[in-house]
């Protein structure tokens, strides 16, 4: 059973400050690692994806992977009230494109 | 490009009947998934399609549950008969296909409530 853990949360922080979403997996074949953003109500949506170990950063974004810990996080610079969210983890499964979803991560930044 | 569109949006149905759920993907992308999510078991995938051949269908619940594509715009899914326990979101998602880095698009979701 593939499996992709998150704390549920919440996550509260203030505005202006940084955001650490956490995400550990089961799967030691897996090679890409995707972030999406949920509001309640709504669908998810991709923020980023990541598939090498290090650091990549999209604006106000960064995502960290670790292989051999098993370990991806994202990490959210001057948090906005408007990216009060669910944060959901996804794994790409070894040998298919299908994902592994995490339950999610509630995040709540108050002004 | 309109997205990913989901028919209908809500369905309110009582137990045994029918439920019809449809879904267009995004021209062009070759893969298409159905996921539920509740909020218990958070978002779970029940079956994917690749070129319109379904391709792991281990996520179908049961027998009650069964998805069909039959051409590269068009997918369904039908739950009968349909049981309290399957009220959930039901969300479709596609991709541009099988990479390492292909992303998948999510639909607004169907909200299904089994009376």
């Known amino acids: 059973q593939k499996e992709v853990e998150q704390n549920s949360g919440p996550l509260s922080v203030p505005e202006g400050a940084i955001a650490s979403l956490n995400c550990t997996y089961s799967?030691?074949?897996?090679?890409?690692f995707f972030w999406y953003r949920q509001y309640s109500g709504k669908s998810p949506e991709l923020i980023m994806f990541?598939?090498?170990?290090g650091d990549k950063e999209d604006g106000r974004f960064t995502a960290q992977l670790n292989k051999a810990s098993q370990y991806v996080s994202l990490l959210i610079r001057d948090s906005q009230p408007s990216d009060s969210a669910t944060y959901l983890c996804?794994?790409?499964?070894?040998?298919?494109?299908?994902?592994?979803f995490g339950k999610g991560t509630m995040l709540l930044v108050s002004p | 490009d309109a997205g990913v569109i989901q028919s209908p949006r809500h369905e309110v149905t009582e137990m045994g009947q029918e439920v019809t759920l449809r879904c267009k993907p995004i021209?062009?992308?070759?893969?298409l998934f159905w996921y539920r999510q509740t909020m218990m078991r958070g978002l779970e995938l029940l079956i994917y399609?690749?070129?319109?051949?379904?391709?792991?269908d281990s996520g179908m619940p049961e027998d009650r549950f069964s998805a069909k594509m039959p051409n590269a715009s068009f997918s369904t899914l039908k739950i009968q008969p349909s049981e309290p326990r399957d009220s959930a979101v039901y969300f479709c998602?596609?991709?541009?296909?099988?990479?390492?880095?292909?992303?998948?698009?999510f639909g607004p979701g169907t909200r299904l409530t089994v009376l």
């Open positions: 799967d030691r074949g897996s090679q890409s």
């Open positions: 998602a596609s991709s541009p296909g099988t990479g390492l880095t292909d992303t998948q698009y």
């Open positions: 399609f690749n070129n319109n051949v379904p391709i792991d």
């Open positions: 996804a794994v790409m499964n070894s040998g298919y494109s299908t994902l592994t």
């Open positions: 021209s062009g992308h070759n893969s």
């Open positions: 990541i598939y090498s170990n």
